[in-house]
């Protein structure tokens, strides 16, 4: 009898104790699921609370599913009030795991309205194309056309480069604020006039081949730059005559069919000089140079292949700079990332980069166009790359998704 009776007392002392423990929303649900997917019992003895809170809580499920957005909503907001109060540049790609909320574009929205919050952008400016688009268009086409009928190149042995700016100070120029505040600031290291060059190659069937990455330094680095990548040292970091013929011979000569000579075609803008021809030609190459002020019709790089290269290279940026994962002067500024973690974002931002755009590109380009001229008027169907760009800040999805 008194066995019976300490066993009692004890088991009344846990279930104090246990009355005594308090559970947030985010627990209480996970219970729920639990016994919605076996049973109260199995949940209760699983999560170990007694089985009447998992019944009680199961009666309270929408009013916890409330509680927890709250809840996400204060502390997302707090976590945007204090990056902004750094300085550091806030989007909406938080990074919560889809087993804790599995939120929504639309919940984002509605987030960002009920706490005052809006995306805040630097305005730009959009090329302006001459007044005589429409002829030199026809002649460029008719130019590619022709060169095409008469050597029948292969969709791989179709190629547009070009070289690009990538600095090592890459803020955002989007970034979460409070409404109607005149001043908008975005943290940096404070090296936004440092850079390097990147060449980028792509080819008609997709392919992309090694970015070719320039310093702007007399030597390369000893330290080991990331495999796939080619990297070279240039006083002022512009890719020189020099460079472009040694881009020929390492980049676009070790594409499939370059030890070969195939013959190939070549979309180009500048660096134009006769070194650069000659090594074209002695490669089995037909140059196609851009008409002047087409570029951001007629360059694939320019309409479908930077901007994503650009958000993809800054997205790598924000989360480093986020991370605290970084050294300081000794002034208590951040340092600059190093070259070969900056040649490594490069990397990944290229690996990134979409080759069905790619392939849809030489096409609105009117290089890699049908033959029998059914795709000629795919340059007019297509959203142009400054309308494109707008769409893509302004058109959005409510589909679910934790990219918010």
């Known amino acids: ?63 916890l599913q409330n509680r927890r957005f709250r809840e996400i909503d204060r502390r997302v907001s707090e976590y945007v009030s204090e990056k902004r109060n750094e300085g550091m540049p806030t989007t909406r790609a938080l990074k919560i795991p889809p087993t804790e909320f599995k939120a929504s574009l639309g919940w984002c929205k509605r987030m960002m309205r009920r706490n005052g919050l809006a995306l805040r952008r630097k305005t730009s400016l959009a090329q302006r194309l001459p007044s005589d688009f429409r002829e030199k268009l026809l002649s460029y086409q008719r130019y590619v056309l022709g060169l095409r009928k008469k050597h029948h190149y292969p969709l791989d042995q179709m190629g547009n480069a070009d070289q690009t700016p990538v600095y090592f100070d890459m803020p955002s120029h989007v970034t979460v604020e ?4 005149k001043s908008v ?20 069937d997709g392919t992309k081949l090694p970015p070719y990455v320039v310093l702007r330094r007399k030597t390369i680095p000893k330290e080991p730059m990331p495999p796939g990548i080619i990297v070279r040292a240039q006083e002022k970091g512009w890719m020189e005559t020099e460079l472009v013929v040694d881009w020929l011979k390492v980049v676009l000569g070790r594409r499939r069919g370059g030890l070969r000579k195939t013959r190939n075609m070549l979309v180009l803008t500048e660096h134009l000089t006769e070194p650069v021809k000659k090594q074209l030609r002695s490669m089995n190459g037909d140059l196609v140079i851009i008409p002047g002020g ?102 959005e999805s409510d589909s679910e998704t934790n990219d918010l």
């Open 185 to 204: 600031l975005v943290k940096s290291t404070g090296n936004e006039k440092s850079r390097i060059t990147v060449m980028l190659t792509c080819l008609a």
């Open 178 to 181: 409070n409404k109607g505040k």
């Open 1 to 63: 009898m008194a066995d019976h009776l300490e066993q009692r007392g004890s088991n009344a002392g846990q279930l104090c104790k246990e009355q005594r423990q308090s559970y947030d929303a985010n627990f209480k649900l996970m219970v729920i699921n639990a016994a919605e997917s076996s049973n109260n019992c199995q949940a209760a003895r699983r999560s170990g609370v007694a089985e009447r809170r998992v019944r009680y809580w199961r009666a309270q499920k929408e009013h």
């Open 294 to 395: 087409m570029t951001s019709q007629l360059q694939v790089l320019d309409v479908v292949v930077n901007k994503p290269f650009k958000d993809n290279l800054r997205k790598k940026y924000t989360e480093w700079l986020l991370s605290a994962d970084h050294a300081l002067t000794p002034t208590g500024r951040i340092q600059k990332p190093a070259v070969r973690l900056l040649c490594e974002w490069v990397l990944q931002a290229w690996d990134a980069v979409s080759s069905e755009s790619i392939i849809n590109g030489f096409k609105k380009c009117c290089i890699s166009n049908a033959m029998d001229g059914s795709e000629d008027d795919v340059l007019w169907d297509e959203v142009g790359p400054a309308e494109q760009r707008e769409e893509d800040r302004s058109g």
